[in-house]
């Protein structure tokens, strides 16, 4: 007993430092060493040997299927974190992609229907608590999952980094007008830079873990402590079939951490993205990418601030992204904070080669299609892509395949 005491503590000890990473708002500094990209689905270099064990306990957790005695719904997405972050391995996108729902006014201005924009796809064997989307909505959108290799590095990046990148005035008059999008942390009660999420809605990881494990899978948590009850639902009915008192998410027995707690490790420590083949075309592609201004928002390299886990500690790593909000013609048309309904996040280009179909809604079925369907911030860049040759092309595509 008294060994398995001290076991318990050492994993809070542990996660406690584990999650101090999101607190702190990091340092610019220079000089960091570059990262290396992992196989999919491994976890980042570096890690101490206690790392690793949050890690795998945090890959348990996201591997786990739930049901409703765990928890489950009322209405959810997915049973496991997994279902929905799988390709091409553990942590990446997926194929469900989740309804988002409105009303776009003609003046612009966007209202949220009562329960949220989220509508779940599926809920627990009771009639009255699926979802339903109401005449009134006009705005109707797909999200697929978004992979999540590397994203620690992402979080590890100081805010200031992103406040330097914006530009919503555009100044520079380049016709790019990114902005970053400014959120207040569900945890640490704190504004600060948003980068996760298609709208840049989220600042940290651990909201990230805790709010997708209520909105997805229905498990209210110390974050999330109330059900989710989106329109169309009778909210007592829920609290009548939830066979769960919440918050459903507890500390476990043998380390004492909460599922939210496991999933930030996993999130946090996971690798990036391996590069694929650099060929002499992708060379050639990828100062063709920078000559047509696309690294304007696909920015090639970013670096962390200091960090208590000295994997993340300033460290030099490539998503090809600037995570900032962009309207670039391909919006979903939902408002989320103070991203507007025109707007989108950059999406990082790194593991791209494993992504298709692209965009938000998967719309696009390859590479060329989903440039050429780039606009308003990135039109000229699109049109210098249709000025060059066919063989220009094929090179650049070449790149965007070795990330």
């Known amino acids: 007993?008294?060994?398995?005491?001290?076991?318990?503590?050492?994993?809070?000890?542990?996660?406690?430092?584990?999650?101090?990473?999101?607190?702190?708002?990091?340092?610019?500094?220079?000089?960091?060493?570059?990262?290396?990209?992992?196989?999919?689905?491994?976890?980042?270099?570096?890690?101490?040997?206690?790392?690793?064990?949050?890690?795998?306990?945090?890959?348990?957790?996201?591997?786990?299927?739930?049901?409703?005695?765990?928890?489950?719904?009322?209405?959810?997405?997915?049973?496991?974190?997994?279902?929905?972050?799988?390709?091409?391995?553990?942590?990446?996108?997926?194929?469900?992609?989740?309804?988002?729902?409105?009303?776009?006014?003609?003046?612009?201005?966007?209202?949220?229907?009562?329960?949220?924009?989220?509508?779940?796809?599926?809920?627990?064997?009771?009639?009255?608590?699926?979802?339903?989307?109401?005449?009134?909505?006009?705005?109707?959108?797909?999200?697929?999952?978004?992979?999540?290799?590397?994203?620690?590095?992402?979080?590890?990046?100081?805010d200031q980094v992103f406040e330097a990148m914006e530009d919503p005035e555009d100044l520079d008059q380049d016709g790019i007008s990114g902005r970053a999008h400014r959120v207040v942390d569900r945890d640490s009660g704190e504004t600060r830079i948003g980068r996760f999420g298609w709208k840049a809605d989220l600042s940290s990881l651990f909201t990230f873990g805790a709010e997708a494990y209520l909105f997805e899978m229905g498990i209210t948590n110390d974050l999330f402590p109330e059900e989710a009850c989106p329109y169309g639902v009778d909210c007592e009915l829920v609290a009548l079939v939830d066979r769960v008192a919440d918050p459903e998410d507890g500390p476990e027995r043998s380390t004492g951490l909460r599922g939210i707690d496991n999933f930030a490790n996993f999130l946090r420590l996971l690798g990036p993205p391996p590069r694929g083949v650099i060929t002499e075309e992708a060379i050639q592609g990828e100062t063709i990418f920078t000559q047509i201004q696309c690294s304007s928002c696909h920015v090639p390299d970013l670096q962390t601030g200091a960090n208590p886990i000295q994997a993340l500690s300033i460290k030099r790593f490539s998503p090809y992204g600037d995570f900032l909000l962009h309207d670039i013609g391909t919006g979903d048309g939902i408002q989320a904070g103070e991203a507007k309904p025109e707007e989108i996040r950059t999406s990082p280009l790194w593991g791209i080669r494993f992504r298709a179909p692209f965009f938000h809604d998967g719309s696009a079925s390859n590479l060329n299609e989903a440039i050429l369907r780039h606009a308003v911030e990135a039109e000229n860049s699109r049109q210098m892509y249709e000025e060059l040759s066919e063989e220009e092309q094929k090179a650049l595509i070449a790149f965007l395949n070795s990330l």
């Open 1 to 158: 007993m008294i060994r398995q005491n001290r076991s318990n503590i050492f994993l809070l000890v542990a996660a406690c430092l584990s999650l101090l990473a999101l607190t702190l708002p990091g340092l610019v500094a220079q000089g960091g060493e570059t990262v290396v990209g992992t196989e999919y689905g491994e976890p980042i270099q570096g890690l101490t040997a206690l790392q690793f064990e949050l890690f795998r306990l945090g890959l348990e957790d996201f591997l786990e299927v739930e049901d409703a005695g765990e928890g489950l719904g009322p209405v959810f997405n997915g049973r496991s974190c997994a279902e929905c972050h799988a390709v091409p391995r553990i942590g990446g996108s997926g194929t469900m992609a989740e309804i988002r729902a409105g009303i776009l006014h003609e003046d612009g201005s966007f209202e949220e229907l009562p329960g949220g924009t989220l509508f779940q796809l599926f809920s627990i064997p009771v009639h009255e608590v699926q979802p339903i989307i109401p005449l009134e909505a006009n705005v109707i959108a797909q999200r697929q999952p978004l992979p999540l290799f590397g994203d620690g590095l992402v979080e590890a990046v100081p």
